[in-house]
């Protein structure tokens, strides 16, 4: 079974811009989360996509948003991208039964942002 | 705000030897979650419990939760072992918020 995947690995882009990033979990997971990770803040959850509705989000300003499509793969945006949006963002996949932390979650190899 | 805490911080050892990775957590988080994480990045979920232990090949993880305390063992180390140990903590609160994270362990093994 193919792991999750992420596109791209890697970006470069400047303040102010916007950017999309793709996940498309396991096949047959239905529930997508979306984590951000600084060397300051560690990891911290973003948000969690099911049925292409977001179940559960952290405490993340409006500028990121996300979406799922009925495929179940996943979209996150940041919009008015800031320095601090630098970050290695990953996301996990898991079953959807339970809530993510209720259940193994698969993660990709994240998306390595860099926001000059 | 529930908040998990990890030491050490940084752990190096020789290969062979017994490795302890520690996690406490505050009240409102109700099971654990130990993620191992490479350079490059690459995340594995090793364990989730939220009551006695674990046992995975050469790693152990135990949980007590009248203490609000977590261990991850590695037994006979390895080189291979070397990585960034992470502690999640499960919020008991329903599905807001997701995991907590610690902050990490990083550890090296030395051959």
């Known amino acids: 079974k193919a792991g999750v995947t992420q596109t791209p690995r890697y970006l470069i882009k400047t303040r102010g811009q916007q950017v999309t990033l793709s996940c498309s979990p396991i096949?047959?997971?239905?529930?997508v989360s979306w984590y951000q990770q600084t060397p300051g803040q560690g990891l911290q959850f973003l948000f969690e996509?099911?049925?292409?509705?977001?179940?559960n989000k952290g405490n993340f300003p409006g500028r990121f948003s996300g979406r799922q499509f009925s495929n179940s793969r996943s979209e996150m945006n940041v919009s008015t991208l800031e320095l601090g949006d630098s970050a290695l963002y990953l996301c996990?996949?898991?079953?959807?039964?339970?809530?993510?932390?209720?259940?193994?979650?698969?993660f990709g190899p994240g998306t390595r942002l860099l926001v000059l | 705000k529930n908040e998990v805490e990890q030491s050490p911080q940084n752990l190096t050892a020789q290969e062979g030897e017994f490795i302890t990775i520690n996690c406490s957590y505050s009240?409102?988080?109700?099971?654990l979650h130990w993620l191992q994480q490479h350079p490059g990045g690459g995340i594995v979920s090793l364990f989730m419990?939220?009551?006695g232990k674990k046992k995975h090949g050469r790693l152990i993880a135990t949980i007590n939760i009248q203490e609000k305390h977590s261990s991850l063992h590695i037994t006979a180390s390895h080189p291979r072992d070397s990585a960034v140990y992470i502690c999640?903590?499960?919020?008991?609160?329903?599905?807001?918020?997701?995991?907590?994270f610690g902050k990490g362990t990083h550890l090296i093994i030395q051959p």
């Open positions: 996990a996949s898991s079953g959807g039964v339970l809530t993510p932390q209720q259940e193994t979650q698969y």
């Open positions: 999640a903590g499960e919020n008991s609160g329903g599905g807001a918020d997701g995991l907590t």
């Open positions: 419990l939220s009551s």
């Open positions: 009240v409102g988080i109700s099971a």
């Open positions: 096949s047959g997971h239905r529930s």
């Open positions: 996509y099911f049925s292409e509705t977001q179940r």
